[in-house]
């Protein structure tokens, strides 16, 4: 069975500091991994994804995750912080299911907060 | 071009009485799934459709069902409200089911007093 453990439930930067979210997910197939964001009162804004193309995957906003098989982890980074940044991350797995995208199983979620 | 659009936005109702939640895809979309959002559970799936189908479906009771029509809107309906129904609930497209990701809609929060 898949599943996605998000590391910390709450990450605390500094405005212009390295952002870090860790990801570890567990998977017997191949798997097709996802990062969504989530502002508050709105639904999940889908900020890149891994399909077995490059493991190092850049998305919006500037965020970019490296997906690392030996590690089972796909840990989202981005450089320098903004304010805007503050959100929830949400990391999802998904497998194929009778040879199309199967649903997305998801982490507990990040909540990142950005001090000025 | 219109994203995922989901009716209401916000909703209260009473223990036992039933729901339907409505969830117009992006055109040219035709899988739709459903999600259901809570603090203590998190990010769960329910139900997919794909060409008016249910392909796919995840651990809930029979209370929640779905359906989608010809031009791919969805709805999903709750029957006999808990109070552990209370959640936002997530509506999310796909051109089809294969790797493009989903397109999430603002939810409709749900309340059962």
């Known amino acids: 069975a898949q599943s996605v453990t998000q590391l910390g439930s709450h990450v605390s930067v500094s405005e212009g500091a390295l952002v870090l979210l860790r990801c570890n997910y567990s998977s017997s197939v191949p798997p097709y991994l996802f990062w969504y964001v989530q502002y508050p009162n709105q639904g999940l804004q889908l900020l890149l994804k891994y399909t077995s193309a490059a493991t190092l995957v850049k998305g919006i906003n500037g965020f970019e995750a490296e997906f690392k098989k030996s590690e089972t982890s796909f840990h989202l980074t981005k450089p320098s912080a903004h304010m805007s940044d503050a959100a929830e991350y949400f990391c999802a797995v998904s497998v194929l299911h009778g040879g199309s995208q199967g649903n997305l199983i998801f982490g507990k979620g990040t909540k990142l907060s950005v001090k000025p | 071009k219109a994203g995922v659009t989901q009716t209401p936005r916000y909703l209260i109702k009473t223990r036992g009485q039933q729901v339907t939640l409505s969830c117009s895809p992006i055109?040219?979309?035709?899988?739709v799934s459903w999600y259901q959002q809570t603090p203590g559970q998190g990010l769960q799936f329910l139900f997919e459709y794909f060409s008016e189908t249910q392909r796919n479906k995840g651990n809930f009771p029979g209370r929640f069902s779905g359906r989608q029509f010809s031009n791919s809107r969805s709805e999903m309906n709750v029957s006999t409200l808990e109070l552990g129904d209370s959640a936002l609930y997530l509506c999310a497209s796909s051109p089809e089911p294969t790797v493009y990701g989903y397109t999430f809609g603002s939810g409709t929060r749900l309340t059962v007093v």
């Open positions: 055109s040219g979309h035709r899988s």
